[in-house]
């Protein structure tokens, strides 16, 4: 499984961003894909998943209703739309496959993050 997360950039606070996370490889239908991100300084944390077949999706509690994530099974690529973005939303964003579940540990398969940047 191949994951290749981009969208990433500077955006002013309440604005908006979207990342996209291509996947490739003969499995990765197989497995759920998760969003998390890492600020300098703190652990990874858990964002939002989506699973391929039926798009069942999750989100960390804090970041329901700013951020949803999507999915396109034709162009096998998931998304997390980010609105209304915070200062404190700045991170490396990275997207993973695997249970689907809040746990980084649960989830085998890694891309590279995309850095966002949120400015006051």
């Known amino acids: 499984v191949q994951l290749q997360a981009s969208g990433g950039g500077l955006v002013q606070a309440g604005g908006s961003l979207r990342l996209s996370c291509a996947a490739s490889?003969?499995?990765?239908?197989?497995?759920?894909m998760g969003w998390f991100r890492q600020a300098p300084g703190k652990e990874r944390e858990f964002v939002a998943a989506?699973?391929?077949?039926?798009?069942?999706?999750s989100y960390a509690d804090s970041l329901k209703g700013r951020f949803t994530v999507s999915r396109d099974n034709a162009k096998n690529t998931v998304y997390l739309q980010m609105s209304s973005l915070k200062p404190e939303d700045s991170a490396v964003y990275y997207c993973?496959?695997?249970?689907?579940?809040?746990?980084?540990?649960?989830?085998?398969?890694w891309g590279r993050g995309t850095q966002v940047t949120v400015s006051s």
């Open positions: 989506i699973t391929w077949v039926g798009g069942s999706t």
């Open positions: 993973a496959a695997g249970a689907g579940s809040e746990y980084a540990n649960e989830y085998p398969y």
């Open positions: 490889g003969r499995t990765f239908s197989r497995y759920a």
